[in-house]
């Protein structure tokens, strides 16, 4: 099992850029698939990237497309999320989930979670 802890969130205006990390405990992280979602205000939790355990594969919802990379570092057990050209609708707590198995856009096929960093774009 792995246990993912965020960090990297913080606030920047509309236009710029950040990186979260996603530092995942446990000897088999190259085991598992790793997403990151994203949930706003009042919004329910939404899907936003995700990468295979080899690194060969990667997904990314429609509003992540071109904007956002998803990479992974396996001799780290770390997961990335590099954000550009950021948007005031980009603002949510992120959270980095793991799954044994293939990547995944849905949150209930997640086994963990990690407690979320907040970021904020402001106009």
């Known amino acids: 099992q792995v246990q993912p802890v965020e960090s990297g969130g913080g606030s920047v205006q509309a236009g710029g850029s950040l990186r979260l990390s996603c530092a995942a405990s446990?000897?088999?992280?190259?085991?598992?698939?790793m997403g990151w979602f994203r949930q706003a205000p009042g919004k329910e939790r939404e899907f936003v990237a995700a990468?295979?355990?080899?690194?060969?594969?990667?997904t990314y919802a429609d509003s992540a497309k071109g904007r956002f990379t998803i990479n992974r570092d396996n001799t780290k057990s770390t997961v990335y999320l590099q954000m550009n050209s950021l948007k005031p609708e980009d603002t949510a707590v992120y959270y980095c989930?793991?799954?044994?198995?293939?990547?995944?856009?849905?949150?209930?096929?997640?086994?963990?979670w990690g407690q979320g960093t907040q970021v904020t774009v402001s106009s």
């Open positions: 989930a793991a799954r044994r198995g293939r990547t995944s856009g849905r949150d209930n096929e997640y086994d963990y």
């Open positions: 446990g000897r088999t992280f190259a085991n598992y698939a």
């Open positions: 990468i295979s355990g080899n690194t060969l594969s990667t």
